[in-house]
């Protein structure tokens, strides 16, 4: 990647003859942005643009460069990558459009191109692109003249389209100081970049916007590395089945679950957000803000309506208000008449006017907040007018003198209203700690994106759950599991118990007296149910029989379920129907589902025939330590009512964990297992049972 963002030499490909307005001419860019390697302009119908030697071919260059650029029609792209293979060109990008982006020919092109890059141990970074900028060396393979910063803020923007590099500074106040489009990613992808920009110097902030991505393990493990060194705010898209649709159009990426990828990201500790007002204020919290290492924020406000809005906003995004300091009444409410009082957030208007000491009041207020153990940011509602009449609400000075004090060790988040905001932000944006925002919902949401890295970053390592497994079983199960692509009834009872998920005590049958004979020996209630692989969604179809309290309920319910069998296999084999001991408490739904991208993914939530209308599941990527299952299990809109409510004793909480544990331990084992569906999986106080399982390869 070196080479991408610091090459020495350059080849431009196509390099347009015309310059100035509405010319697009990349090589004109370049020297503007002012780049002091060697370029080497491809164009065979010229012999000079912009004061530089044109060559007619990549061929013809004196010597290798360490990046060529193409910028041709796509059906010529392959002929030029093929020269800059023969010249010993190891970089190339490629601009042009057509290719995985456009049709079936587009993609074979692509393709194509891919597998000659990985033969010739060359690295593409395209096609349809802008390519790479970094700022510090004056590099841009891009033909848009965009905005370059002096003093760019220290983030590096990731993205499958050039919007972000056109449009830098709308997304980060001073612009990126490296950016690289990597288009349709068919060969260098996110990865490749994250792990570039690990330990980069000139990178504090990684930001990517994210399509689609084929390397999804990888990306898990290295975003996780990275960001224990420097936080990652990806923006996916093409949450949708409309936005995946379009994503495929755009850069060929296969979008994939939205869900997926939210577990994915937090398993790496990044920041997802979800448009790009969030990306804004990500971005900007993360360059400005100290560490936030709790969520307890003050705010101070020059207006309580405003004060109720910021309360609202921070139980939106995870913050709570903290306690006010306890000395701070006694400073600023001394000689003031009984009903002001103070609380948080703490509105000092009616205070400051009152004792004629705004400044006072409010540098006092700044400065315990911030010296409260109990605080751990500060949000600030303020006013800012044009007119001199009202300098003495101006605390820019204040403010700079308190952090500096304090060595900017809190983050402060202000939003300020009236006629003379863009100074006022742009004033208090440069002091240390201290960021702006447009909203006092988005400055709140500010704090909590610092919030959230932290917290994740100082995330304990995950711990290790031994499960002690009987592999003879196991691997017999197994083996029978890849032959016949399915294990249902006993048999998935039997490979769950192997890895000592507790499953409810019951025998499959053939005949009725085998069923009375089971039920007796079980004790009464019992199910009854069929068990055979034809019959995946048995309630649907009335072939499961519960509370049956008796021998005469039971044969009735046997018979019936032989009937439905008869029915369906036209009793070619002998009928198989499980009679279980019946369970009462609360279903659950636990699962794995095998992810084309990221491996497989364990499920959690709340079971039974409801399981699709409630959509009560919370998801992670195996392997699942204890904390991530006690996680998942408090997600759910059930965990209260697991818990125990209204003098109902709760669950056993830890045995459910333990089983999501034992779960993913085997989802790691078991190569080739595509999905485990375990619904319901039955909790109580005295444990915890699954009922129904199955499993698929």
Same mark, same amino acid.
């Not at 998935?492 to 053939?510: M, Q, R, S, W």
């Given at each position: 990647?070196?080479?991408?963002?610091?090459?020495?030499?350059?080849?431009?490909?196509?390099?347009?003859?015309?310059?100035?307005?509405?010319?697009?001419?990349?090589?004109?860019?370049?020297?503007?942005?002012?780049?002091?390697?060697?370029?080497?302009?491809?164009?065979?119908?010229?012999?000079?643009?912009?004061?530089?030697?044109?060559?007619?071919?990549?061929?013809?260059?004196?010597?290798?460069?360490?990046?060529?650029?193409?910028?041709?029609?796509?059906? *010529? +792209?392959? /002929? &030029?990558?093929?020269?800059?293979?023969?010249? !010993?060109?190891?970089? %190339?990008? #490629?601009?042009?459009?057509?290719?995985?982006?456009?049709?079936?020919?587009?993609?074979?092109?692509?393709?194509?191109?891919?597998?000659?890059?990985?033969?010739?141990?060359?690295?593409?970074?395209?096609?349809?692109?802008?390519?790479?900028?970094?700022?510090?060396?004056?590099?841009?393979?891009?033909?848009?003249?965009?905005?370059?910063?002096?003093?760019?803020?220290?983030?590096?923007?990731?993205?499958?389209?050039?919007?972000?590099?056109?449009?830098?500074?709308?997304?980060?106040?001073?612009g990126f100081a490296k950016a690289i489009d990597i288009g349709n990613a068919c060969d260098v992808d996110v990865v490749d970049v994250l792990e570039?920009?690990?330990?980069?110097?000139?990178? *504090? +902030?990684? /930001? &990517?916007?994210?399509?689609?991505?084929?390397? !999804?393990?990888?990306? %898990?493990? #290295?975003?996780?590395?990275?960001?224990?060194?420097?936080?990652?705010?990806?923006?996916?898209?093409?949450?949708?089945?409309?936005?995946?649709?379009?994503?495929?159009?755009?850069?060929?990426?296969?979008?994939?679950?939205?869900?997926?990828?939210?577990?994915?990201?937090?398993?790496?500790?990044?920041?997802?957000?979800?448009?790009?007002?969030?990306?804004?204020?990500?971005?900007?919290?993360?360059?400005?803000?100290?560490?936030?290492?709790?969520?307890?924020?003050?705010?101070?406000?020059?207006?309580?309506?405003?004060?109720?809005?910021?309360?609202?906003?921070?139980?939106?995004?995870?913050?709570?208000?903290?306690?006010?300091?306890?000395?701070?009444?006694?400073?600023?409410?001394?000689?003031?008449?009984?009903?002001?009082?103070?609380?948080?957030?703490?509105?000092?208007?009616?205070?400051?006017?009152?004792?004629?000491?705004?400044?006072?009041?409010?540098?006092?207020?700044?400065?315990?907040?911030?010296?409260?153990?109990?605080?751990?940011?500060?949000?600030?509602?303020?006013?800012?007018?044009?007119?001199?009449?009202?300098?003495?609400?101006?605390?820019?000075?204040?403010?700079?003198?308190?952090?500096?004090?304090?060595?900017?060790?809190?983050?402060?988040?202000?939003w300020f209203y009236g006629d003379n905001v863009e100074k006022a932000n742009k004033e208090y944006g440069s002091i240390a700690g201290v960021a702006?925002?447009?909203?006092?919902?988005?400055?709140?949401?500010?704090?909590?994106?610092?919030?959230?890295?932290?917290?994740?970053?100082?995330?304990?390592?995950?711990?290790?759950?031994?499960?002690?497994?009987?592999?003879?079983?196991?691997?017999?199960?197994?083996?029978?599991?890849?032959?016949?692509?399915?294990?249902?009834?006993?048999?998935?009872?039997?490979?769950?118990?192997?890895?000592?998920?507790?499953?409810?005590?019951?025998?499959?049958?053939?005949?009725?007296?085998?069923?009375?004979?089971?039920?007796?020996?079980?004790?009464?209630?019992?199910?009854?149910?069929?068990?055979?692989?034809?019959?995946?969604?048995?309630?649907?179809?009335?072939?499961?029989?519960?509370?049956?309290?008796?021998?005469?309920?039971?044969k009735r319910a046997f018979n019936r379920l032989l009937k439905i069998i008869k029915n369906r296999n036209n009793l070619q084999e002998r009928p198989?129907?499980?009679?279980?001991?019946?369970?009462?408490?609360?279903?659950?739904?636990?699962?794995?589902?095998?992810?084309?991208?990221?491996?497989?993914?364990?499920?959690?939530?709340?079971?039974?025939?409801?399981?699709?209308?409630?959509?009560?599941?919370?998801?992670?990527?195996?392997?699942?330590?204890?904390?991530?299952?006690?996680?998942?299990?408090?997600?759910?809109?059930?965990?209260?009512?697991?818990?125990?409510?209204?003098?109902?004793?709760?669950?056993?909480?830890?045995?459910?964990?333990?089983?999501?544990?034992?779960?993913?331990?085997?989802?790691?084992?078991?190569?080739?297992?595509?999905?485990?569906?375990?619904?319901?999986?039955?909790?109580?106080?005295?444990?915890?049972?699954?009922?129904?399982?199955?499993?698929?390869?």
């Amino acid at each position: 990647m070196e080479k991408f963002f610091n090459p020495k030499s350059v080849a431009l490909v196509g390099v347009p003859r015309k310059t100035g307005v509405g010319a697009y001419n990349n090589l004109e860019i370049l020297l503007k942005y002012g780049y002091k390697g060697q370029i080497f302009p491809i164009n065979p119908r010229a012999e000079q643009i912009c004061g530089l030697r044109c060559y007619s071919s990549v061929l013809e260059i004196p010597e290798s460069a360490d990046l060529a650029v193409i910028a041709v029609g796509r059906d *010529r +792209v392959p /002929a &030029v990558f093929d020269q800059c293979c023969q010249k !010993g060109i190891k970089r %190339v990008v #490629i601009i042009s459009q057509g290719f995985a982006d456009g049709d079936e020919q587009g993609k074979q092109l692509q393709e194509d191109l891919a597998a000659r890059a990985k033969s010739e141990g060359v690295r593409i970074i395209g096609p349809n692109t802008l390519g790479v900028y970094n700022v510090y060396q004056g590099f841009n393979t891009g033909f848009v003249d965009h905005y370059k910063p002096q003093r760019p803020d220290p983030v590096c923007m990731i993205a499958q389209t050039g919007v972000y590099q056109a449009g830098a500074k709308v997304f980060s106040e001073n612009g990126f100081a490296k950016a690289i489009d990597i288009g349709n990613a068919c060969d260098v992808d996110v990865v490749d970049v994250l792990e570039y920009l690990e330990n980069d110097p000139d990178t *504090r +902030v990684i /930001a &990517v916007h994210l399509e689609g991505n084929k390397r !999804g393990k990888e990306l %898990v493990r #290295i975003a996780r590395r990275v960001t224990i060194k420097r936080p990652i705010v990806i923006l996916k898209t093409g949450r949708s089945a409309e936005g995946a649709r379009a994503a495929l159009s755009h850069t060929g990426s296969l979008v994939g679950d939205d869900e997926v990828f939210d577990a994915a990201f937090e398993k790496a500790g990044v920041i997802r957000v979800r448009s790009n007002s969030e990306l804004q204020d990500a971005i900007k919290a993360l360059v400005h803000f100290p560490p936030m290492n709790g969520r307890k924020i003050a705010v101070i406000t020059a207006t309580g309506a405003l004060g109720i809005i910021s309360t609202d906003a921070c139980k939106d995004f995870g913050l709570e208000l903290g306690p006010v300091p306890p000395y701070l009444p006694s400073k600023i409410l001394k000689g003031l008449p009984k009903w002001v009082n103070l609380s948080n957030p703490i509105d000092i208007w009616p205070i400051g006017m009152i004792s004629g000491k705004m400044p006072q009041v409010f540098e006092t207020v700044l400065t315990d907040v911030l010296d409260s153990k109990d605080i751990d940011a500060v949000a600030v509602v303020w006013v800012s007018f044009k007119s001199p009449l009202h300098s003495d609400i101006d605390f820019r000075e204040i403010t700079a003198r308190v952090q500096r004090i304090h060595k900017a060790g809190k983050p402060i988040a202000f939003w300020f209203y009236g006629d003379n905001v863009e100074k006022a932000n742009k004033e208090y944006g440069s002091i240390a700690g201290v960021a702006c925002f447009p909203t006092i919902e988005r400055a709140i949401r500010g704090l909590s994106f610092i919030y959230r890295y932290h917290r994740k970053r100082e995330e304990p390592k995950a711990d290790s759950f031994d499960v002690k497994v009987d592999r003879l079983s196991r691997d017999k199960l197994v083996k029978k599991g890849n032959r016949e692509k399915i294990l249902v009834g006993e048999e998935a009872f039997a490979l769950l118990n192997a890895y000592g998920i507790p499953t409810a005590p019951g025998k499959v049958v053939h005949k009725v007296s085998e069923a009375l004979e089971a039920a007796s020996s079980l004790g009464y209630p019992v199910v009854c149910k069929v068990s055979d692989r034809n019959f995946i969604h048995k309630t649907e179809i009335g072939a499961v029989e519960i509370n049956i309290s008796s021998e005469e309920e039971l044969k009735r319910a046997f018979n019936r379920l032989l009937k439905i069998i008869k029915n369906r296999n036209n009793l070619q084999e002998r009928p198989n129907i499980l009679v279980q001991k019946q369970i009462r408490g609360h279903e659950l739904l636990l699962g794995l589902k095998r992810d084309p991208c990221f491996g497989m993914v364990l499920v959690c939530g709340q079971g039974g025939i409801y399981t699709e209308i409630y959509k009560d599941t919370a998801r992670a990527l195996t392997p699942v330590s204890l904390r991530e299952a006690q996680g998942m299990l408090s997600e759910l809109k059930l965990f209260p009512i697991l818990k125990g409510i209204r003098g109902q004793r709760g669950v056993d909480l830890d045995q459910i964990a333990s089983a999501i544990c034992r779960l993913s331990a085997l989802a790691e084992d078991i190569d080739g297992l595509m999905e485990v569906d375990i619904n319901p999986f039955m909790v109580n106080s005295s444990g915890s049972w699954a009922v129904d399982a199955r499993f698929i390869w």
